[in-house]
Nanobody
Framework: VQLQASGGGSVQPGGSLRLSCVVI????????MGWYRQAPGKQRELVAT???????NYADSVKGRFTISTDNAKNTVFLQMDSLKPEDTAAYYC?????????????WGQGTLVTVSS
């Protein structure tokens, strides 16, 4: 089982990007998914999460600008990022709590880099 993230890139301030992360492999269920980010020299921080029931949670710094959503049929989580700011520059990591045949575990995708610069 692995998570595969995509969608990062470079954008000017005020622009938009959409990140995607798909669960690859055999699983029984997804208990929750989320996005985290890590800027150079800083600790990894939570960006947004979405529960199995669809409840969402956002960091204060992205509220009103970012939207997390899922396509349950495709085991995919998205992060729509609008009104991007230079301080959003970071490597973005998707996370998922998955129920597999071996139990419930947290999985991380590879980072996808987002650069916001003029």
């Amino acid at each position: 089982v692995q998570l595969q993230a995509s969608g990062g890139g470079s954008v000017q301030p005020g622009g938009s990007l959409r990140l995607s992360c798909v669960v690859i492999g055999r699983i029984f269920s997804i208990n929750g998914m989320g996005w985290y980010r890590q800027a150079p020299g800083k600790q990894r921080e939570l960006v947004a999460t979405i529960s199995q029931s669809g409840a969402t949670n956002y960091a204060d710094s992205v509220k009103g600008r970012f939207t997390i959503s899922t396509d349950n049929a495709k085991n995919t989580v998205f992060l729509q990022m609008d009104s991007l700011k230079p301080e959003d520059t970071a490597a973005y990591y998707c996370n998922a709590r998955l129920r597999t045949g071996a139990g419930i575990f947290d999985y991380w995708g590879q980072g996808t880099l987002v650069t916001v610069s003029s």
